[in-house]
């Protein structure tokens, strides 16, 4: 069952007043070094679809390094990821998502439109019980506390999975609207909760976490170039459906194709796909501001599409190589030695 909806100004408080506490015990730098190397690190882990696959490399590079958190929160993809690590399946999902092809992914779209969705639930229930967590594992039953966060897609208000099933709460977390049908809970439909909160600071704060690590893979979506796309008088000749499943097969990093021209219109689900990300953008820089993290790490992805999964050696590249950028100032905030 879902953990109950919490008002963040009220975690921030009791934040401040633990920390303030605990610092008030403590004089001079080994005095707060030691408070560092006490306290709990939280991983909160963004959304951001097939950019998602660089919390593999993030994650493996700060386990190499030491770096191990007590605490991990995820949103969507971060979710997947979070639960994941937690489950002991690390090392299978980067082995299978190497060695996928662009075939390989496109096996998890249901080529024709559908009312609920444009991924094939089945497939996709299989994979998360294969590679992320066995159907019965329950999130109470994992090694650190863990949460994943979706959107109530009646009220809007953002609901935390801290307790039930964990590929239940990866499904739920993830199901952005579209592509992924909504799934039931209880007396609601919940959908992907990167519409509300995309990096889940605030959920590691409420979960203990003294000091959080946030994963922000929106940072430069909007930087990203528009990829080649087919002739627009083609497409127009073809209809909507052989567009759908034409631009599907050909797996354009948009999904959707778009006019070269920059008077023409462009296509429908290029238009939702950089919808979510300019609102994603949004958000993020929103939550951050309001619930800043200790460090933020930042993936450079934009120029792999929200739908390219057969990219995870890139983006897993990247994740390593940012946690490494980073690692003087995490080691600094958490009082981890070299």
Same mark, same amino acid.
Not at 10 to 28: D, I, L, P, V
Not at 40 to 49: D, F, N, T, W, Y
Not at 310 to 315: I, P
């Given at each position: 069952m879902a953990s109950a909806?919490?008002?963040?100004?009220?975690?921030?408080?009791?934040?401040?007043?633990?920390?303030? !506490?605990?610092?008030?015990?403590?004089?001079?730098?080994?005095?707060l070094s030691q408070l560092a190397t006490s306290a709990?690190?939280?991983?909160? =882990?963004? !959304?951001?679809?097939s950019r998602g696959w660089s919390h593999i490399g993030i994650i493996k590079t700060l386990l190499r390094e030491g770096i191990e958190p007590d605490i991990v929160c995820g949103t969507s993809v971060g979710a997947m990821i979070g639960a994941c690590y937690l489950a002991g399946n690390l090392v299978k999902l980067e082995k299978w998502v190497l060695e996928s092809s662009r075939t390989d992914v496109l096996k998890f779209f249901n080529i024709g439109l559908t009312q609920t969705g444009f991924v094939d639930s089945d497939r996709l229930s299989r994979f998360l019980y294969e590679n992320i967590a066995a159907e019965d594992l329950r999130i109470e039953n994992l090694p650190k506390r863990f949460a994943a966060i979706a959107t109530d897609l009646q009220s809007g208000r953002e609901v935390w999975f801290s307790e039930g099933g964990v590929a239940h709460a990866v499904r739920a977390s993830m199901a952005m609207p579209g592509l992924f049908p909504a799934v039931r809970q209880e007396h609601r439909w919940l959908v992907d909760g990167g519409l509300v909160n995309p990096v889940p600071v605030n959920v590691c704060r409420a979960l203990g976490a003294d000091i959080v690590i946030a994963v922000n893979l929106n940072a430069d979506v909007m930087e990203r170039r528009n990829p080649k796309k087919p002739e627009p008088d083609l497409l127009r000749k073809k209809g909507v459906i052989y567009? =759908?499943?034409?631009?599907?097969r050909e797996y354009s990093s948009s999904l959707f194709p778009e006019s070269n021209k920059q008077e023409e219109a462009p296509g429908l689900f290029a238009a939702i796909t950089h919808s979510i990300n300019i609102v994603q953008d949004r958000i993020?820089? !929103?939550? =951050?501001?309001?619930?800043?993290?200790?460090?933020?790490?930042?993936?450079?992805l934009a120029h792999i599409g929200m739908l390219e999964f057969?990219?995870?050696?890139?983006?897993i590249a990247e994740g390593e190589n940012c946690v490494r950028n980073a690692l003087e100032e995490i080691r600094k905030v958490t009082g981890k030695a070299w």
């Open positions: 909806y919490y008002f963040q100004q009220f975690y921030r408080k009791q934040y401040a007043a633990a920390y303030a !506490s605990h610092a008030a015990q403590f004089t001079g730098r080994t005095a709990k690190i939280g991983l909160a =882990l963004g !959304s951001g679809a567009n =759908l499943k034409q631009t599907t993020t820089r !929103s939550r =951050l501001a309001g619930d800043p993290a200790e460090v933020v790490i930042a993936p450079r057969h990219r995870a050696g890139e983006a």
